[in-house]
């Protein structure tokens, strides 16, 4: 008996090292600026992914197009995208298979995504009042924003979303400068961007007034969809069950870290997702303290009534002309 106890040892711990050998494909993954990405990030920084055995490339694209365009030349592997941009992307030939949601659960009374106005520069005090100067509400153009925009003027103001001005972007962090810029009459912005513009000054001076014209919160902003060329799982799902695992454990650590810890340790990997080039030191305290952090769910499967709501919509835009079958595009074996 102690020799085939010692026996089943052996075997177990050449199978260990076999596993801890195995050497992974490289993963390239593109993440945009939106608090949903940051576990991604924080289990970059915490070399979480290494430990997993599997080597993480982490391209930093703030524009949508872009990283679509790099996704479907096969310059990445998978990426993290809004429900709309996975459809649009399938319709265009991109090799698209969607593994997960990401979502997060935002903390009591904060505001998840909204239509705000600078107070100082252009004083709109209302949705209404914007709406009735013509100014245009600037949104991400054929995104999950925009589709929760139609929405709630759709079903909750009951207007035609045609009759509303918006001004198209493609990238959300250039749209949050020129709004922090005081350019833009309106923007729909989510959190980080709300706290961050409403809280930070420069030295000697003073935070902008923000005026909330519409909170979406109840509406949006959508489960983000965590999207791999379907060839790449097919070929190399060992190290996408890693990225997996790693993502996971990142997600668990964030959520059971103390407040004050999380924010020393992820301002800097917080503010190269959100703000490229921002000096920790230019940062005041403010803006530290208003930072909300949520409770990070984890992954789990895109229904098919959200596929179907956002597929009609894209329809009705004349954003895509077909909608791939959901059954086609899903694979939710990796989801834990």
């Not at 929405?151 to 400068?177: I, K, P």
């Not at 964030?254 to 810890?261: C, K, M, Q, S």
């Not at 800097?268 to 000096?279: K, P, R, S, T, V």
Request: glycine content about 6%; proline content about 6%.
């Amino acid at each position: 008996m102690r020799r085939a106890w010692f026996f089943a040892l052996f075997c177990l711990l050449i199978f260990s090292a076999a596993v801890v050998g195995e050497t992974l494909p490289t993963l390239r993954f593109s993440l945009p600026p939106v608090l949903e990405a940051l576990p991604i990030a924080f289990a970059d920084a915490w070399g979480l992914f290494e430990e997993h055995g599997v080597d993480v490339e982490l391209v930093g694209t703030t524009d949508n197009q872009t990283r679509s365009i790099a996704f479907s030349a096969n310059k990445l592997d998978g990426m993290f995208v809004d429900v709309t941009r996975s459809i649009y992307d399938a319709t265009t030939g991109s090799d698209v298979l969607i593994t997960s949601t990401a979502s997060l659960r935002p903390q009591t009374d904060s505001i998840g995504l909204a239509v705000l106005s600078p107070a100082t520069h252009f004083g709109y005090e209302t949705f209404e009042a914007l709406i009735d100067s013509g100014q245009a509400i600037s949104t991400i153009f054929r995104s999950d924003y925009e589709y929760v925009l139609d929405l709630y003027l759709q079903e909750t103001l009951g207007m035609d979303a045609r009759s509303v001005r918006t001004t198209y972007w493609n990238d959300t962090l250039q749209m949050a400068v020129w709004f922090g810029a005081q350019t833009l009459p309106s923007a729909m912005l989510p959190e980080p961007y709300i706290s961050y513009i409403s809280t930070y000054h420069p030295p000697d001076g003073q935070p902008i007034a923000l005026n909330v014209l519409a909170d979406l919160s109840s509406l949006g902003p959508l489960p983000t969809i965590l999207v791999f060329q379907s060839s790449y799982v097919e070929e190399n799902p060992a190290a996408v069950e890693a990225f997996y695992a790693a993502y996971v454990e990142a997600i668990e650590r964030i959520n059971t870290t103390p407040r004050d810890v999380l924010i020393d340790e992820g301002i800097d990997i917080a503010l190269g997702l959100f703000f490229l080039g921002a000096d920790r030191t230019t940062i005041n305290q403010e803006v530290l303290d208003v930072l909300a952090i949520p409770y990070y769910e984890l992954p789990s499967t895109l229904s098919q009534e959200l596929y179907d709501s956002v597929g009609q919509w894209m329809l009705g835009k004349a954003y895509v002309y077909t909608l791939p079958e959901y059954d086609d595009i899903v694979d939710f074996q990796f989801i834990p």
